[in-house]
């Protein structure tokens, strides 16, 4: 019953360090999601992807890069982090269109 | 520019009465729309989701209405209770590319006195 899995759960990085946030799902889920939420706001969508291989841009994708090469794993690389990442992580998954997404439980990035 | 707006930060009523959250959208591909709820501290949950082919869905306590004409949603709680104390966040998805895209809104608090 994991669902989806994100590591870490917290961090704290130094501006211009590099990080990869960790999502794994066994729902055997096609679509994948990286959402971040800042305090006060909503969720806004990163990158998405819907199958191995395929990925896409959501609203914010800047600063960010993602790749799928599993049906399972969905990593989300900073490559410099900036102070505006910081910022609380959301990883997802759905098994399609119309049917609901499955959260993590999140990663509190903050960088400094 | 918002695609999915929420225009309404908090809501506040009384238990066992109607609660009503409002949610608009500008983007008309979008093919389906969601409601999530969120607890401080925890990812968000599904509660309920409509096809852009229906005007209403029902589950339980739980009711969403879609008219298009006026790019409008709503979610209706009848009746409302303490536990349904949370931020609820209204979705749009289905376009795009890969059609894959699922855009939130900023959320709604939604406060149920006992």
């Known amino acids: 019953n994991a669902g989806v899995t994100q590591t870490p759960k917290f961090r704290i990085l130094k501006i211009g360090q590099s990080m990869t946030l960790q999502c794994t799902q066994d729902m055997n889920h096609n679509y994948m999601y990286w959402y971040r939420q800042d305090p006060g706001m909503g969720l806004k969508l990163i990158y998405y992807s819907v199958g191995a291989g395929i990925t896409d841009k959501g609203e914010v994708p800047n600063g960010y890069n993602v790749s799928r090469s599993t049906t399972e794993d969905f990593p989300l690389r900073l490559e410099l982090a900036a102070p505006s990442q910081t910022s609380v992580y959301f990883c997802a998954s759905a098994g399609g269109r119309l049917t609901e997404a499955f959260f993590g439980q999140g990663t509190r990035l903050t960088v400094v | 520019d918002q695609q999915v707006k929420q225009n309404s930060p908090s809501l506040s009523v009384q238990e066992g009465r109607i609660s009503i959250l409002n949610c608009d959208y500008t983007?008309?591909?979008?093919?389906?729309f969601l409601w999530y709820k969120k607890y401080p501290a925890e990812g968000p949950t599904f509660l309920i989701s409509i096809s852009s082919i229906k005007d209403k869905n029902e589950d339980g306590r739980f009711t969403v209405f879609l008219n298009k004409s006026a790019k409008h949603l709503s979610l209706h709680i009848v009746p409302s209770q303490p536990g349904d104390s949370a931020v609820y966040f209204c979705a749009g998805g289905g376009y795009g590319g890969s059609q894959g895209n699922l855009i939130f809104g900023k959320g709604t608090k939604l406060s149920v006195k006992p």
């Open positions: 983007n008309s591909m979008f093919d389906y």
